[in-house]
């Protein structure tokens, strides 16, 4: 890998489901170490990007590069690889409800069986407390525990390997704003600790402008703008001025059915 | 017409659905054998569809082994064949019903079990999680049941050979006045390993129907709560079509000659 390779790069990046386009060639770089925040409204296209590079769905066509390494296509043994670099933060937490919290956050872990039951738990432990969360409540099960609790155990799930890239997928969707804030902080905080490159998704500009370093605007399948966060209220672009202000009147049409 | 095309719909919606299970099945059949193995997930799901079938099982096949003795009587009374009763019973029991049974009982209770707890996971997107933590889920979340239905069918087909016969022996000893040595030897005679071996053939191949129709539609599932009660009545249909298809066949296979 070269010095100023990306951690990431998607070059028109294509896909469709059936007759619907929802990427129309998808262009983003993500830096080493940067944290990239991707904006955008419901149907946007921002989790099929996401899945797209995580392989949950396969692009119809273009490119996609981890560490300079094409993974559009790869074999499943060399997916299972890549996705060793990579954490993620589902929107709905997506935690395993028939494991308890530690078997949760350890469980990447346990399943490659890099570490014993013992030792996993002490992983557990020390990784729920860098989240906020004391070692009770790894013996909990996840539907034991509220949604903010939920998210800060799948944000500890992320981070148990050590990850190289993380990704958040709408991290404070569902949570009050104080709840939110935490998580926002908390993403902060961890990636700086982790070491790791971040890109997440979300349509909370609260959050955004929190965590991200640089924000990416997608609208109809392609990013339409993208720069530091601080030049966000400059973009210049109609599109993003009316997202971030949250206006209903502009350029971006919302189907609304009575 | 409409009607012609309403079949037409329905053949290609099967032949879709075959086109999709077969690599399904396949690849269900390498991450059986191929390492890494999960024997602690394995061993939970043995005990959950070994363990808790018993009682349903049970029964099943002890009430089976009694009506089966007494419809037997009722009938063989009017050629005085009555002799005949531990012969029908033991080989019905063990040929047919033992293994047919224990497939259906169960598949109602593990096909629907299964389809649902893995359509929940797909649906909350715990499937997904499961892949980014570089794990299969073939190989995490269907892979394991479908070993313990091929090693724990069997097992339950035992026990409910054993009860079914057992459930025979009593009506004719209690009810119908047989002697018990002479019944259990008239059993024990007529009884041929191969008998008891196609059972068990039989239930190996239900057990892998109802885990793999169990897993296939879960897997399948999508559109929330609705999508996921969609998949537990198409696992639980399909699996006893299946295992009464798979029957005939594996009967002809063992008994036709």
Redesign the interface.
């Known amino acids: 890998m070269t010095d100023n390779q990306p951690k990431l790069r998607l070059r028109d990046v294509r896909k469709a489901f059936g007759p619907k386009v929802v990427l129309d060639g998808i262009d983003l770089d993500v830096g080493v170490g940067e944290s990239l925040v991707v904006i955008g409204g419901s149907g946007s296209g921002k989790s099929v990007t996401i899945k797209c590079i995580l392989g949950l769905l396969e692009a119809d066509t273009g490119s996609i590069h981890v560490d300079g390494e094409e993974v559009v296509g790869i074999a499943s043994r060399d997916r299972e690889r890549i996705n060793r670099k990579f954490g993620m933060l589902f929107q709905s937490a997506a935690l395993f409800d028939s494991l308890a919290v530690w078997e949760n956050v350890s469980f990447g872990l346990l399943a490659e069986k890099k570490v014993n039951r013992d030792q996993a738990k002490e992983i557990a432990a020390s990784k729920l407390a860098q989240v906020g969360l004391s070692k009770e409540v790894g013996e909990f099960f996840p539907a034991e525990l509220s949604g903010g609790m939920q998210k800060r155990v799948a944000l500890a799930r992320a981070i148990a390997a050590d990850p190289e890239i993380i990704f958040f997928d709408e991290p404070t969707t569902g949570l009050d704003p104080i709840m939110a804030d935490v998580i926002n902080d908390l993403i902060v905080k961890i990636t700086r600790e982790v070491g790791a490159t971040a890109l997440s998704i979300t349509h909370d500009m609260v959050s955004a402008r929190k965590i991200a370093d640089r924000i990416a605007m997608i609208y109809e399948g392609r990013i339409i703008w993208s720069g530091p966060t601080a030049e966000i209220d400059r973009s210049g672009n109609e599109h993003v001025d009316q997202f971030i202000h949250g206006r209903a009147e502009g350029p971006i049409k919302m189907a609304v059915r009575a | 017409m409409k009607i012609l095309q309403h079949i037409g719909r329905i053949f290609l919606a099967f032949l879709a659905t075959v086109g999709r299970l077969a690599p399904f099945m396949g690849s269900a059949a390498v991450h059986c054998v191929r390492p890494?193995f999960?024997p602690r997930t394995v061993l939970r799901h043995m005990v959950e569809i070994g363990y808790y079938s018993l009682p349903v099982v049970g029964l099943t096949a002890i009430f089976a082994g009694m009506v089966l003795a007494l419809q037997s009587y009722t009938g063989f009374a009017r050629f005085s064949a009555e002799g005949a009763i531990a012969n029908v019973v033991v080989l019905s029991i063990t040929r047919e019903l033992g293994p047919v049974l224990a497939g259906l009982m169960v598949a109602g209770r593990i096909g629907a079990s299964l389809a649902a707890?893995i359509g929940t996971?797909r649906v909350?997107?715990?499937i997904?999680?499961l892949?980014?933590?570089?794990?299969?889920p073939m190989k995490?979340l269907v892979a394991p049941r479908i070993i313990a239905g091929l090693v724990m069918f069997p097992f339950l087909v035992l026990v409910a050979d054993v009860i079914g016969v057992y459930g025979g022996y009593l009506v004719a000893v209690y009810k119908l006045g047989f002697n018990p040595a002479n019944y259990l030897q008239r059993t024990y005679e007529f009884l041929q390993a191969e008998d008891v071996n196609s059972g068990l053939v039989k239930a190996a191949v239900f057990g892998v129907i109802v885990t793999l129709m169990g897993c296939y539609h879960g897997y399948h599932s999508k559109g929330g709560a609705q999508g996921v009660g969609k998949a537990t009545t198409n696992a639980v249909v399909s699996a006893p079509i299946l295992i009464l298809s798979f029957d005939y066949i594996l009967t002809e296979m063992f008994f036709a000659r």
């Open positions: 890494p999960y707890e996971m909350t997107e715990q997904d999680a892949t980014t933590l570089s794990t299969n995490y």
